[in-house]
């Protein structure tokens, strides 16, 4: 599977019932890279992956994805094509886990369909991938968060899209689990080539796993680029409106956010310790 | 903020002299003002307005009390449960508190109403208890939906037993159809008498209470911190509210809604002073339950409509007010 | 990937499939007894051969009134209601995540209901034409119930609570209709309070049937969407479902199938309510909660029935047994059940 799909925002603005969050923005996808969106609380990030993944229909401008607008591509058609992990999705009771994973497949079959081999094979990837093999007959309300969170991607996975947009994957997970989700969403970033866009809270975990970071402040597109071009102090404070240190993490080499309160600073505020 | 209460008070007890007059005057037959005082000062004098007024004094009496009781007790309950949705109607206390009678008549051979107060009051406080256990497990405690919910089924179930109970017993049904929807028109001075006792506990729990309940909207733990005793004062707060519930349905059979409405217009007027809210909802509910027998009384003319149908028709729809305006968080 | 790890989720698939269907040949056979019970027992007892053959048509004398003309309709139109009430319920429960959540609830029942009683006290009206005025009413009062809900799209918990308000001030219309009826009959008035089968005969058989069957089919057909939307709206569109239009659908007929049950029997108390959560534990929650529950509820309604009729001295109406079922019943859901938090 090598990714080819382009996703692309044009001049799009989305809002909710007359409140606009997001006016004008443009934004192109780099297929086969992992993209973090990142930004403070509010600021629309949450709603420019919700019109990405055509939850919010744009009020002017498009969504693209392959040059097609998606909101006029009939909406299974779509979910070939991209997948996407809502932030809170609901897990019916007593579902067992490897039937929750096939439900991914749901776009792949028609009123009348018939369940194939093809199927089970794609659930059994999916699965496999993710580590959940092991808990296939599970009820998934038994599991602990972490398990839960991995049993979603892999129905995410399983619809077998080239892209894939997750909403916030790592929140409630600790730090162990968090890790463990994104190491294993660029596993599949390199072994498939799928294409990633992900919103995340965490600035340095974000500027670690990021091929591609997009800085969005009060619904505009603040910086995008490279972790390392566009975590610097002065993003920092302008976008998240925090004063911090940047300085190269020792263990990936990708910028790491040090932020600097009231109290509890070695040195007089405003001096760095490494320039970046 | 402190004055407006003070400014409400008088206009209360003004709505209540209002509703009651006019419920001595209005009906079937109207009375003139004039005629209405005589009646009420000299007593009767063998001319039909007079009579008509003798016999709405009871009927009046017993609205204002019900009323004060339904309100007060609505307002403990919110207050108890920090929800705004709860009402003796809407958690099945009414149910309970007919059910028990029920069973009272059929197999107790129970007739007088001063036996059935009790099995009323008993009925109605393991209708709540019932109701806000089930309602208060699991997570988030007893939220409003949950409440409701439980208190709507619990209802049907309550009410499929009423039926259980009676249709093998046709002659109690029809005394008993009557009472079930609720109403105050075969109200008695010894009627009144024989509720009276419980209904002056409950208010006296209730209001004592209010101090309490103002530390409890806090929160339990934060009550707890401030010095409050939370499991006495939820349990005579909640001994007071299931007393007057209790009392006021076995008198006038189930009335809903009014103990919703009314602490919610309080609240409005006073803020949320417990302090202010119960005794501004005793006389707001005296005059709400007052005027809606009156407005039955009206508009089904020459006979009556149940107090119980007017109070649903006003109250549900400021339930569903209620329902909308909440935060989705809180729900 | 190796090829074990496709035959274990294969073989895990399979053997959940193979218990949903044991679930539902069961209370098939089991709906099937019941019916045939229903036919046979009575005032007069018939063998099970006659009454089948009542039901092909023969002629056996005495049997062909008695089975032909009282038993069969009744047993028909329960079979049907609870049927309807099963699946509607069903639907509601999971298209609002929310056991608590089923049509008799949440007052789409009171609405077919309300106008019911109307039709037949005020107007005068019977038949067909109570049909007419119920079904609808029960529609536009669910649609009253989506308009006040929505604010913002619809919420579950909003919607609950203003179908319970809502549910409130029609029941007391109902009250009030009943207590002015000019004739006020027990029978009646239980069916409308409670649901009942006394007044079920071959005229309400033809336009039930001619409700429920296309609406339920349509309902089992759309099954897969449902289980789609039990993810949430977000996952479901992002499966390619067409969220809107599904749930239109799926809302349409099981308000549908609410009011047309309503309109015969009057809202048989938890039937709605309790066929989805019992079909859940027969089944696991494997695959669409459908027609388990269609098949639970219509059991459950035969079964309520025949206690009702012959286990005491009285007679009672099916809603008052099943209302009496209902109440240990759902105690013991909300005891047990390890997930009504997150269901609320």
């Known amino acids: 599977?090598?990714?080819?799909?382009?996703?692309?925002?044009?001049?799009?603005?989305?809002?909710?019932?007359?409140?606009?969050?997001?006016?004008?923005?443009?934004?192109?996808?780099?297929?086969?890279?992992?993209?973090?969106?990142?930004?403070?609380?509010?600021?629309?990030?949450?709603?420019?992956?919700?019109?990405?993944?055509?939850?919010?229909?744009?009020?002017?401008?498009?969504?693209?994805?392959?040059?097609?607008?998606?909101?006029?591509?009939?909406?299974?058609?779509?979910?070939?094509?991209?997948?996407?992990?809502?932030?809170?999705?609901?897990?019916?009771?007593?579902?067992?886990?490897?039937?929750?994973?096939?439900?991914?497949?749901?776009?792949?079959?028609?009123?009348?369909?018939?369940?194939?081999?093809?199927?089970?094979?794609?659930?059994?990837?999916?699965?496999?991938?993710?580590?959940?093999?092991?808990?296939?007959?599970?009820?998934?309300?038994?599991?602990?968060?972490?398990?839960?969170?991995?049993?979603?991607?892999?129905?995410?996975?399983?619809?077998?899209?080239?892209?894939?947009?997750?909403?916030?994957?790592?929140?409630?997970?600790?730090?162990?689990?968090?890790?463990?989700?994104?190491?294993?969403?660029?596993?599949?970033?390199?072994?498939?080539?799928?294409?990633?866009?992900?919103?995340?809270?965490?600035?340095?975990?974000?500027?670690?796993?990021?091929?591609?970071?997009?800085?969005?402040?009060?619904?505009?597109?603040?910086?995008?680029?490279?972790?390392?071009?566009?975590?610097?102090?002065?993003t920092v404070a302008d976008v998240f409106g925090l004063r911090a240190e940047v300085i190269e993490d020792p263990v990936s080499g990708a910028p790491l956010v040090l932020p600097l309160g009231r109290h509890r600073t070695l040195r007089r505020q405003g001096v760095s310790l490494t320039k970046r | 903020m402190s004055t407006r209460p003070l400014v409400w008070l008088p206009a209360c007890v003004l709505l209540v002299a209002v509703a009651a007059a006019l419920s001595v005057m209005l009906g079937a037959r109207t009375v003139s003002p004039g005629d209405a005082l005589a009646a009420l000062v000299h007593g009767e004098d063998g001319s039909l307005a007079r009579a008509a007024v003798r016999q709405r004094v009871p009927r009046t009496g017993l609205a204002l009390l019900v009323g004060a009781a339904l309100g007060?007790?609505?307002?403990?309950?919110?207050?108890?449960?920090?929800?705004?949705?709860?009402?003796?109607?809407?958690?099945?206390?009414?149910?309970?508190?007919?059910?028990?009678?029920?069973?009272?008549?059929?197999?107790?051979?129970?007739?007088?109403?001063?036996?059935?107060?009790?099995?009323?009051?008993?009925?109605?406080?393991?209708?709540?208890?019932l109701v806000y256990v089930i309602g208060s497990r699991g997570r988030g405690g007893a939220t409003p939906v949950k409440l409701a919910l439980v208190g709507t089924m619990v209802t049907a179930a309550l009410s499929s037993l009423v039926s259980a109970v009676l249709l093998p017993r046709l002659d109690v049904v029809n005394t008993f159809r009557f009472w079930q929807i609720g109403g105050v028109g075969g109200a008695s001075a010894d009627g009144i008498l024989q509720v009276l006792p419980l209904l002056a506990a409950g208010f006296v729990l209730s209001l004592a209470s209010a101090r309490g309940l103002n530390a409890l909207a806090l929160g339990d733990d934060l009550a707890a911190g401030l010095g409050e005793r939370v499991a006495r004062t939820r349990l005579s707060a909640a001994a007071g509210a299931v007393l007057l519930c209790g009392a006021a349905t076995a008198a006038a059979g189930p009335i809903g809604f009014v103990g919703l409405v009314v602490p919610h217009t309080v609240r409005l007027l006073t803020g949320p002073d417990n302090r202010w809210v119960l005794p501004l909802s005793a006389l707001t509910g005296a005059a709400l339950v007052t005027l809606a027998d009156v407005t039955g009384r009206l508009v089904a003319r020459p006979g009556d409509m149940e107090v119980g149908i007017v109070t649903a028709v006003i109250g549900a729809p400021v339930f569903i007010a209620v329902a909308r305006q909440q935060k989705v968080r809180e729900l | 990937m190796s090829p074990s790890s496709v035959a274990l989720v294969r073989r895990g698939r399979l053997r959940r499939i193979r218990r949903r269907r044991t679930v539902v040949a069961g209370l098939t056979v089991l709906l099937a007894v019941l019916f045939v019970t229903s036919l046979c027992v009575g005032h007069t007892v018939y063998p099970p051969y006659d009454a089948l053959r009542v039901v092909l048509g023969d002629t056996v004398p005495g049997a062909s009134f008695t089975v032909g003309r009282l038993r069969l309709p009744r047993v028909l139109t329960g079979a049907l209601a609870g049927f309807a009430f099963g699946l509607a319920g069903a639907t509601f429960q999971t298209l609002l995540r929310n056991m608590l959540a089923s049509p008799d609830v949440i007052g789409i029942s009171s609405g077919a209901s309300a106008a019911a009683v109307f039709a037949i006290v005020v107007l005068g009206l019977g038949g067909t034409p109570v049909f007419l005025i119920a079904v609808p009413a029960g529609l536009a009062v669910a649609l009253v119930i989506y308009l006040l809900t929505y604010r913002q799209g619809v919420l579950g918990v909003r919607l609950v609570l203003v179908g319970i308000g809502v549910g409130a001030l029609l029941n007391s219309v109902v009250s009030y209709l009943l207590l002015r009826a000019p004739a006020w009959e027990v029978q009646e008035a239980m069916r409308w309070l409670t649901g009942?089968?006394?007044?079920?005969?071959?005229?309400?058989?033809?336009?039930?049937?001619?409700?429920?069957?296309?609406?339920?089919?349509?309902?089992?057909?759309?099954?897969?969407?449902?289980?789609?939307?039990?993810?949430?709206?977000?996952s479901a569109r992002a499966l390619g479902t067409r969220v809107g239009t599904s749930r239109l659908v799926l809302v349409l007929c099981a308000v549908g199938l609410t009011s047309l049950a309503t309109a015969t029997t009057g809202p048989i108390a938890f039937v709605a309510f309790l066929s989805g959560p019992v079909a859940h534990r027969l089944t696991g929650g494997n695959g669409s909660p459908l027609l388990p529950a269609a098949l639970t509820g219509a059991a459950l309604v035969l079964t309520a029935d025949l206690i009702g009729q012959f286990a005491f001295d009285t007679r009672f109406p099916v809603g008052v047994v099943t209302g009496a079922l209902g109440a240990p019943c759902l105690l013991w859901l909300l005891v047990r059940s390890r997930r009504t938090q997150g269901a609320l």
Not at chain 1, 70 to 92: D, E, F, K, N
Not at chain 1, 134 to 159: F, H, N
Not at chain 3, 224 to 229: G, H, M, P, Q, V
């Open chain 2, 72 to 129: 007060t007790a609505g307002a403990v309950m919110q207050g108890l449960t920090r929800n705004p949705l709860a009402d003796p109607g809407i958690l099945g206390v009414n149910a309970g508190a007919a059910l028990a009678v029920v069973c009272g008549i059929a197999y107790l051979g129970i007739s007088t109403p001063g036996q059935y107060v009790w099995l009323a009051v008993a009925g109605a406080g393991a209708a709540a208890a």
């Open chain 3, 196 to 234: 009942s089968l006394g007044s079920a005969f071959w005229d309400g058989v033809g336009p039930l049937a001619t409700g429920v069957l296309p609406l339920s089919a349509v309902l089992l057909l759309a099954g897969r969407s449902l289980t789609a939307l039990q993810l949430g709206d977000d």
């Open chain 1, 1 to 234: 599977m090598t990714a080819t799909r382009t996703l692309t925002v044009e001049a799009a603005r989305f809002g909710y019932g007359g409140r606009t969050v997001i006016d004008g923005l443009d934004l192109r996808v780099p297929p086969g890279r992992v993209t973090v969106i990142v930004g403070a609380n509010a600021c629309g990030k949450s709603t420019l992956l919700r019109g990405m993944a055509r939850l919010l229909a744009p009020e002017r401008g498009a969504v693209l994805l392959d040059g097609k607008d998606i909101h006029r591509t009939p909406t299974r058609q779509v979910a070939l094509a991209l997948g996407l992990l809502p932030q809170s999705p609901a897990a019916p009771e007593g579902i067992a886990v490897a039937d929750l994973v096939a439900r991914g497949r749901n776009p792949h079959h028609s009123l009348l369909s018939r369940w194939t081999r093809a199927d089970d094979a794609a659930v059994a990837r999916a699965m496999e991938a993710t580590g959940v093999l092991e808990l296939a007959d599970r009820p998934v309300d038994e599991l602990s968060g972490g398990q839960r969170q991995r049993v979603w991607i892999a129905m995410a996975l399983a619809q077998e899209t080239d892209v894939l947009l997750l909403d916030e994957p790592t929140t409630y997970l600790d730090v162990t689990h968090q890790v463990e989700v994104l190491d294993l969403l660029t596993d599949l970033n390199h072994d498939r080539g799928t294409t990633v866009v992900m919103v995340l809270h965490d600035l340095n975990l974000a500027a670690r796993y990021a091929d591609h970071l997009v800085a969005v402040k009060d619904g505009a597109l603040y910086a995008t680029g490279d972790a390392a071009e566009v975590v610097t102090a002065r």
